[in-house]
T-cell receptor, first 112, second 113 residues
């Protein structure tokens, strides 16, 4: 079982729709969770981080965390073609090494 | 202008050669990381360093070496022992705050000819 799992996609949504990206993790001791966006040929850029159960909103992005189900998601409202990218879920496990475990990423395509 | 720089952007290597990838940061971050990304894959950790003059192996350290002589710099050497080095190499540094957030440099794309 992979430590952090994402559906590789592609996930295709029409412009203006809500895109829902999901991630599950195996380490119950995980403390913090991150979403990065990566455009083709570029390096990952941080979108959001979340520590506590529930929702965290930042503009058009909402991160949702459910530690009991070991599940974290990212919602993108009013999706734009510029949101088309690969979204990487990363999990910081127990311990203080700062190591992040990355999922393989979900490719999102927003069609005009 | 704070940030993380990596050089070169593109690097071509002949088989049997060692090459060194540069990573510099002026964010005053203590911890730095090297990842490898293959097409369609997530990031895999090669080496990391939480403090100057100390570093630890990640999940795929074989065929790689690092040094951390200065806080700002964390170079990665890809040795001839690395059997399949063609990949996108990403350097990151971690915020000193409690958030554990990592920020990435622009990456180096290494191709073995």
């Amino acid at each position: 079982q992979k430590e952090v799992e994402q559906n590789s996609g592609p996930l295709s949504v029409p412009e203006g729709a809500i895109a829902s990206l999901n991630c599950t993790y195996s380490d119950r001791g995980s403390q913090s969770f991150f979403w990065y966006r990566q455009y083709s040929g570029k390096s990952p850029e941080l979108i959001m981080f979340i520590y506590s159960n529930g929702d965290k909103e930042d503009g058009r992005f909402t991160a949702q965390l459910n530690k009991a189900s070991q599940y974290v998601s990212l919602l993108i409202r009013d999706s734009q073609p510029s949101d088309s990218a690969t979204y990487l879920c990363a999990v910081h496990g127990s311990g203080n090494t700062g190591k992040l475990i990355f999922g393989q990423g979900t490719t999102l395509q927003v069609k005009p | 202008d704070g940030g993380i720089t990596q050089s070169p952007k593109y690097l071509f290597r002949k088989e049997g050669q060692n090459v060194t990838l540069s990573c510099e940061q002026n964010l005053n971050h203590d911890a730095m990381y090297w990842y490898r990304q293959d097409p369609g894959q997530g990031l895999r950790l090669i080496y990391y360093s939480q403090i100057v003059n100390d570093f630890q192996k990640g999940d795929i350290a074989e065929g790689y070496s690092v040094s951390r002589e200065k806080k700002e710099s964390f170079p990665l050497t890809v040795t001839s022992a690395q059997k399949n080095p063609t990949a996108f190499y990403l350097c990151a540094s971690r915020s000193n705050s409690h958030t554990d957030t990592q920020y990435f440099g622009p990456g180096t794309r290494l191709t073995v000819l």
